[in-house]
């Protein structure tokens, strides 16, 4: 039970877990909607932008946290 509760408290296993889901959604998405050049309508346009939108919100809230945390640390020692 140690090993699990170190992996998500002490390394912050599911915040970056959720970092690697986000990118790799984005990631996934940008290649499936560019390689279909021929194909990209305004919808799918829409839909990119709205899915980059979303997980980079993810993304932004991982950083958001990971500063405040580094500022607490800073400020304890």
């Not at 699990?4 to 889901?21: A, C, M, P, S, T």
């Not at 809230?61 to 304890?76: A, M, W």
Request: glycine residues 6%; charged residues 25%.
């Amino acid at each position: 039970m140690t090993i699990i509760k170190d992996l998500v408290e002490r390394h912050k296993l599911v915040r970056r877990l959720l970092l690697v889901w986000a990118v790799g959604i984005i990631t996934y998405a940008s290649i499936r909607t560019y390689e279909q050049l021929d194909m990209i309508t305004t919808q799918v346009v829409s839909l990119y932008g709205l899915t980059v939108g979303i997980l980079s919100t993810v993304i932004g809230v991982y950083f958001h946290d990971r500063h405040k945390e580094d500022t607490q640390g800073e400020k304890n020692d």
